[in-house]
């Protein structure tokens, strides 16, 4: 007993709190309200509530392990696991185990959960033969991963580099040209070529020559070439690529002036000569000399725009001669000189 209040034993808990309400001395309000308060909280002490299931650290499997084929080369790639079996994140991935035909081939530090991976497996110098691979992810505490999909290939010859690649950047445009690979020509079906400034694009010819308009004037250009062979309709890339640099820096003059021709009137001569055929070119210049070996100087105070010009000052047995000019200011040669008659 505390406090008189007598101790409580199998009685109905309202009924005891009635009872300590009544001893004598009487409790205060408050003292009832605390001892009310405990009361209600004996009922909970001690009840377990459902059990939580336990975490399975344990990463997903790999979905989507690939290979391809890259000259003298296997390429795997795969998306490592983001989250365990469990559905937590995965936090803790240590390796990927690449298999092939079930044996261990290499063993690699995880890069990140969720983000993408690749290896690369040289080719022996018999590349022929069925291959498979699986993919297998443990964690730093020894957890291991279901083994992933399985990715198979059957390496095949591929042509080697292409050669004589050259590029040059004229008339608004850079082209490109090269030769067939000197190993395997005859496998060369087509080619790919790529800026390795716009990462992830490509294009593809049959041909051994490419032309790009899609450039900013001054801008330091790399390009890469290489010869792909086409396998059931598949597309497989050669050794290299073959690699080449250029600033857009137009340097090419247009080409020298031909056909020219004069036919005199009574105000003067009137001279003509064959088109360039240039998309960047500008125009012409005209020149005039009275000794064929030199002293030409121009009589057109700008740019002729058309293969035409006429000579108010004509005099006959004067010399004649004619130049290109295109937008980046190239000039050519001068033509081989005219006399007139």
Not at 125 to 140: I, K, L, Y
Not at 318 to 326: I, T
Request: charged letters at 20%; one cysteine or more; hydrophobic letters at 35%.
């Amino acid at each position: 007993m505390m406090h008189g209040i007598p101790l409580l034993k199998e009685e109905g808990w309202m009924r005891q709190l009635l009872l300590c309400c009544r001893v004598s001395p009487p409790l205060r309000g408050g003292e009832c309200i605390i001892i009310l308060l405990l009361f209600a909280l004996l009922p909970a002490c001690g009840k377990e509530g459902p059990p939580l299931p336990p975490f399975i650290r344990v990463p997903e499997a790999v979905k989507d392990l690939n290979v391809v084929q890259s000259g003298h080369t296997l390429v795997l790639t795969w998306t490592n696991p983001a989250r365990n079996i469990d559905g937590s994140a995965a936090t803790n991935l240590a390796h990927v185990q690449i298999r092939n035909d079930g044996a261990i081939v290499a063993t690699l530090n995880v890069s990140a959960p969720g983000q993408s991976q690749s290896h690369s497996i040289p080719l022996d110098n018999s590349p022929g033969g069925f291959r498979t691979f699986t993919a297998v992810v443990d964690t730093t505490q020894g957890k291991t991963s279901q083994v992933s999909n399985t990715a198979s290939i059957v390496p095949v010859e591929v042509p080697g580099k292409v050669s004589g690649l050259r590029a040059v950047f004229d008339q608004r445009r850079v082209r490109l040209e090269w030769q067939r690979p000197q190993e395997h020509p005859e496998l060369a079906d087509a080619y790919v070529i790529a800026r390795t400034d716009t990462p992830g694009e490509s294009q593809t010819v049959s041909n051994t020559e490419y032309e790009d308009n899609q450039y900013q004037q001054g801008k330091i250009l790399t390009y890469q070439v290489t010869a792909v062979r086409r396998v059931s309709a598949n597309p497989v890339m050669g050794v290299g690529p073959e690699s080449i640099t250029i600033t857009v820096d137009d340097k090419t003059a247009p080409a020298v002036p031909t056909g020219l021709d004069l036919v005199q009137s009574d105000t003067g001569g009137y001279l003509t000569w064959a088109p360039n055929s240039e998309t960047d070119l500008a125009g012409y210049h005209v020149f005039r000399s009275n000794d064929a070996n030199g002293g030409f100087r121009s009589i057109s105070e700008r740019i002729v725009l058309t293969n035409a010009f006429f000579d108010s000052s004509y005099r006959s047995g004067a010399y004649y001669g004619v130049s290109a000019v295109d937008e980046f200011g190239n000039e050519s040669s001068m033509s081989a000189p005219l006399r007139a008659p």
